[in-house]
């Protein structure tokens, strides 16, 4: 139809902006001198339309990245954060494409990663001069030294075990600061029953400590062969623990009584007298010696004495006897000058 008149308008529907941020972008991995140093970052996806955040979401089957980058998300529903990672096997930087949607629209976000290289060791410089020495350290602390003089006792026992008698052990101790002797205490320990201490004198700076451990008679020393006994020597101020041993010689049983033996043949004894004494004046020597045989304390004379053997005189310790046999010896003034030792023997 024929018109008179026309106008138009056109009507334009305005959505808000949709923007995406990332809370990181880039990064640089530590490396070596040539390639990556295995390792990871993060970054956190954010949506805003309009101003307000609204619900992104990443699909990481769809990111683009180098070989040697691995990208894993949280899969948080509204703002997820990327993991990226690198291996040992990238030794470049690089981009990664991560498409984002948001309702609806896929934005496309890039994020830059690069390598901070290691740099190559330089030539070690010439060694500098030596500083100067240090002051001199304060004097060492000498030494404490304690120890037991006796270590070790072996009582004796019956077979079964028991004290043959009351037994007193003296156990010394000493304490040295350095080369020094120092005072020295002793505190015993545990005691076996029937053990006790008897004294416990502390030592000195000029005399060792001296303790003494007594043993009861018929005591079994709690049922046990061996023991220890610890001793707290304490000088200086310091404590430290020795140990004192003790162990059972136990008596072995008494064997059955032996049969009596034969008699024994009676004891053959003889003796030199002189009738005029041992002692003359101006070679005025005259005397009879006369020698006398007992068997079993009693004189032995006639045949008796003939089947014992023959009595021979020796002079001065000659090997050689003299011609006078029998039980009696005449001596005159000829016989000695100054001394002369006569001795007989028995023979046969």
Same mark, same amino acid.
């Given at each position: 139809m024929p018109q008179r008149a026309a106008d138009a308008i056109t009507l334009i529907d305005l959505t808000d902006g949709v923007s995406v941020v990332m809370s990181s972008e880039s990064y640089n991995f530590p490396g070596t001198t040539t390639a990556a140093i295995a390792g990871s970052t993060s970054t956190k996806i954010q949506a805003l339309m309009g101003g307000e955040y609204v619900a992104a979401s990443v699909?990481? &089957? @769809?990111?683009?990245?180098?070989? *040697?980058?691995?990208? +894993?998300?949280?899969?948080? =529903?509204?703002?997820?954060?990327? +993991?990226? /990672?690198?291996?040992?096997?990238?030794?470049?930087?690089?981009?990664?494409?991560?498409?984002?949607?948001?309702? #609806?629209?896929?934005?496309? %976000? %890039?994020?830059?990663?690069?390598?901070?290289? %290691?740099?190559?060791?330089?030539?070690?410089?010439?060694?500098?001069g030596q500083g100067p020495q240090g002051p001199q350290g304060q004097a060492g602390v000498s030494a404490?030294?304690?120890?037991?003089?006796?270590?070790?006792?072996?009582?004796?026992? !019956?077979?079964?075990? /028991?004290?043959?008698? &009351?037994? +007193?052990?003296?156990?010394?101790?000493?304490?040295?600061?350095?080369a020094t002797r120092s005072a020295v205490t002793a505190a015993v320990g545990t005691l076996p029953s029937g053990m006790t201490v008897g004294t416990n004198t502390a030592g000195t700076a000029s005399a060792d400590g001296v303790l003494t451990l007594v043993v009861a008679n018929g005591s079994t020393l709690g049922g046990v062969d061996q023991g220890t006994v610890p001793i707290t020597l304490t000088a200086n101020g310091i404590p430290r623990v020795a140990l004192f041993?003790?162990? $059972?010689?136990?008596? #072995?049983?008494?064997?059955?009584?032996? *049969? !009596? #033996?034969?008699?024994? =043949?009676? /004891?053959?004894?003889?003796?030199v007298s002189s009738a005029q004494g041992l002692v003359f004046k101006n070679t005025q020597v005259a005397t009879t010696l006369t020698a006398r045989v007992y068997q079993g304390g009693v004189e032995?004379?006639? =045949?008796?004495?003939?089947?014992?053997?023959?009595?021979?005189?020796? $002079?001065?310790?000659?090997?050689?006897?003299?011609?006078?046999? *029998?039980?009696?010896?005449?001596?005159?003034?000829?016989?000695?000058?100054?001394?002369? @030792?006569?001795? =007989?023997k028995l023979e046969y």
């Open positions: 699909n990481v &089957a @769809n990111i683009t990245k180098p070989a *040697g980058v691995t990208v +894993t998300s949280d899969n948080h =529903a509204t703002s997820p954060t990327l +993991t990226i /990672a690198v291996t040992t096997s990238v030794t470049a930087g690089g981009e990664i494409s991560i498409p984002v949607v948001v309702d #609806g629209l896929t934005l496309e %976000k %890039k994020f830059s990663f690069g390598i901070a290289y %290691k740099g190559t060791t330089g030539d070690q410089g010439p060694q500098g404490t030294l304690v120890g037991l003089k006796n270590e070790a006792q072996s009582i004796v026992t !019956t077979a079964a075990g /028991a004290a043959v008698a &009351a037994t +007193t052990i003296q156990v010394d101790f000493y304490g040295y600061v350095g041993s003790w162990s $059972k010689a136990k008596q #072995g049983a008494q064997g059955n009584t032996g *049969g !009596t #033996g034969a008699a024994g =043949a009676a /004891a053959v004894t003889l003796e032995v004379t006639g =045949a008796a004495l003939t089947a014992l053997g023959t009595i021979r005189w020796y $002079k001065d310790g000659s090997a050689t006897a003299l011609t006078t046999t *029998g039980t009696t010896l005449t001596i005159s003034a000829g016989d000695v000058a100054d001394k002369a @030792n006569y001795e =007989a």
